[in-house]
């Protein structure tokens, strides 16, 4: 295939930009019952993916395959243990390997389900699995038994899914953290499955900018009816968590591209351009350094979108 498109590399980013803890060893899927049918799978080590299930008459649609085979394993064992149904299909909320590896773990007769840039880029395995190696603390035996599983449905902009008295549904609102963002939302319990589009207290425009992040961000806002929302790496959120992603990114947005316009170097507008006060943590939060990494991230990707550099 074409080369022309690339995953993300390492040398991508700022020195000072702290890598994802995706390592799942000894990580427990916990099952929790979000609805009648609906179910989410939260993972026991903070960071590491979570995933979940949704159970219809004729069969269980799951989100997400996680890093690796034996927690792909780990995954259909807690399908085994609310229902007996095939898994018909498997959603894959975006192309990175966290999500995707596991899918050879799955049946073959389980339809793989991908926006069409996730399909594009799950391709790119082995640079993928390069990108993934720090995450998990450098193990490669993590990765043993996968192998690349492309997706049966490949979709642009919404699926409709009937599982049989109860209807999933499959939407992509723009790219955000990832090119191929993908929603699962289950309508009559108003959960949705978010990926990497969530989690914290705001968004990391990995492999976009703050004003394409809010142009998605809105679009998700006005078109379902959430109540609660299921990252991949947090835990899980209200819909409240949306407006505050709406008054992060516009407020980036706007001193970004007056950075900009002003003709601040890029270095002046990170120093210029700080987490306010709403979106940062106590000094003595653990976190709070790695939250300032991931501003300067958005603050810089969002300047050299609107730089053109």
């Not at 339809?111 to 395995?125: C, D, I, K, N, S």
């Not at 309508?187 to 425009?205: C, D, H, S, Y």
């Not at 998605?216 to 959430?226: E, K, P």
Request: charged share 20%.
């Amino acid at each position: 295939m074409s080369r022309n498109k690339k995953v993300l590399e390492w040398a991508d980013f700022p020195a000072d930009f702290v890598k994802f803890k995706l390592n799942p060893t000894r990580a427990h899927l916990e099952t929790k019952e979000l609805a009648p049918g609906v179910y989410a799978l939260l993972s026991s080590i903070p960071g590491v993916d979570n995933a979940g299930f949704v159970v219809g008459d004729r069969g269980v649609l799951v989100i997400d395959a996680h890093i690796s085979v034996p927690m792909a394993r780990q995954i259909q064992e807690r399908v085994r243990e609310v229902t007996d149904k095939p898994i018909v299909y498997l959603v894959n909320s975006n192309y990175h390997g966290d999500h995707t590896f596991g899918n050879c773990a799955f049946p073959p007769e389980t339809l793989v389900v991908q926006h069409r840039r996730t399909a594009e880029l799950v391709p790119y395995m082995d640079e993928e699995m390069a990108f993934m190696i720090p995450c998990v603390d450098g193990d490669s035996k993590i990765f043993e038994g996968v192998e690349l599983r492309l997706p049966d449905i490949v979709f642009a902009d919404w699926l409709r899914l009937d599982l049989g008295g109860r209807i999933v549904e499959v939407h992509h609102f723009g790219p955000a953290n990832t090119p191929g963002d993908t929603i699962t939302y289950v309508p009559e319990a108003k959960v949705a499955w978010t990926g990497n589009m969530t989690g914290g207290i705001f968004g990391l425009a990995l492999e976009s900018n703050a004003a394409t992040f809010l142009a998605t961000v809105s679009r998700f806002v006005n078109a379902l009816d959430v109540e609660t929302l299921v990252p991949a790496h947090m835990p899980l959120a209200g819909a409240d968590l949306l407006g505050r992603y709406l008054l992060y990114f516009t407020e980036v947005t706007i001193a970004v591209r007056a950075a900009v316009a002003a003709g601040w170097p890029l270095e002046e507008t990170l120093e210029k351009v700080p987490q306010s006060e709403m979106f940062s943590l106590p000094a003595d939060d653990p976190r709070a350094g790695f939250m300032r990494g991931r501003h300067r991230y958005n603050v810089q990707k969002t300047y050299l979108a609107f730089s053109g550099k």
